[in-house]
């Protein structure tokens, strides 16, 4: 197969996978996708995962791919509150929650981690446009309340004062009545208990 007709049925993939290929091809090869790796058509991100070395390697691409090699998943979590504006420190890796065990991988694109949630907790995501595709993205209410479900040593005002959460931003995001109703479906009593108090300590009563 000549690399121009693969680009063509392709191209309007950010990354894709050899299972992708071979619905499409049905007896396509690997060994030619490692062959235009080396000839750097392509870059590898994981193991089975491939982008065209031409694709733009930004945000997007990166919660696209943090989607797509480990599914199901959807970014939330640190790197969702940074790119909300809720905290201003740098994030160094793209964060998730899924329903499979807690895992990493280390790729030559960036690092992701994922953090374990109950399946019946996998909601209040979006769907972002990027480019023929979409990216699945938390809501920016669940964004916080994934984060405070999965770091549970987060308890004290101190513990909430530390997030440093940019309350512009944060009221300007949230909104207040879907963060009560995504916490009642939780129906955890302590999580309730501790997303009360990072609401009190962040920017007083409500």
């Not at 990216?135 to 920016?140: C, K, S, V």
């Not at 040593?153 to 949230?174: A, C, P, Q, Y």
């Amino acid at each position: 197969m000549q690399f121009v007709d693969f680009q063509n049925k392709f191209s309007i993939y950010p990354i894709f996978s050899l299972q992708d290929v071979r619905k499409v091809f049905v007896n396509f090869s690997y060994r030619q996708l490692d062959r235009w790796e080396k000839k750097a058509y392509l870059k590898k991100i994981k193991r089975g995962f491939y982008s065209f070395s031409a694709q733009d390697f930004n945000q997007n691409f990166l919660f696209y791919t943090a989607n797509k090699i480990y599914t199901p998943s959807y970014v939330s979590l640190e790197i969702a509150l940074k790119h909300y504006g809720f905290i201003p420190e740098e994030i160094f890796q793209i964060t998730s929650v899924s329903t499979k065990k807690t895992v990493s991988f280390e790729t030559p694109v960036g690092n992701f981690s994922y953090r374990r949630i109950k399946p019946s907790l996998y909601w209040g995501y979006q769907l972002v446009n990027f480019g023929k595709q979409k990216l699945l993205l938390a809501e920016p209410e669940k964004a916080v309340l994934d984060y405070l479900y999965v770091n549970s040593k987060l308890k004290t005002e101190n513990d909430f004062l530390g997030m440093r959460i940019n309350v512009d931003e944060f009221r300007s995001h949230i909104n207040f009545e879907k963060f009560q109703k995504y916490l009642e479906i939780f129906n955890n009593k302590q999580l309730s208990k501790r997303a009360k108090m990072f609401l009190t300590t962040t920017h007083g009563p409500q």
